[in-house]
């Protein structure tokens, strides 16, 4: 069974920084693609970040791209969300996810098999 926790949301000010970590349980998650998603207060999930089981290939949101960085720690079985200059239409729940098929990943949210539960961003103006 795999197990998805996200942590490190929270409240922040405009222009602010975050890092959110998801730990995958499992002794496989050096072989999943992992991604982040993101889902505004009344809105649809929308893709953030993903990146390869190596990390070698990464692509963002271009919403994001510039501000936000996805990492990864195979020996820790965590995958890292870094956010930086956050807006209030950052504000959502982040959900991060494996991909336990596709090595590279994929924006596409539909081949992601386990998900988080997810973890609240709250952005004030």
């Known amino acids: 069974q795999v197990q998805l926790t996200e942590s490190g949301g929270g409240l922040v000010q405009t222009g602010g920084s975050l890092r959110l970590s998801c730990v995958v349980s499992g002794r496989t998650f050096s072989r999943y693609a992992m991604g982040w998603f993101r889902q505004p207060p009344g809105k649809e999930r929308n893709f953030v970040a993903r990146?390869?089981?190596?990390?070698?290939?990464?692509s963002y949101a271009d919403s994001v791209k510039g501000r936000f960085t996805i990492s990864r720690d195979n020996a820790k079985n965590t995958v890292y969300l870094h956010m930086n200059s956050l807006k209030p239409e950052d504000t959502a729940s982040y959900y991060c996810?494996?991909?336990?098929?596709?090595?590279?990943?994929?924006?596409?949210?539909?081949?992601?098999?386990?998900w988080g539960q997810g973890t609240q961003v709250t952005v004030s103006s």
């Open positions: 990146i390869s089981w190596s990390g070698d290939s990464i």
């Open positions: 996810a494996a991909d336990p098929v596709r090595i590279w990943g994929t924006e596409n949210m539909s081949f992601y098999d386990y």
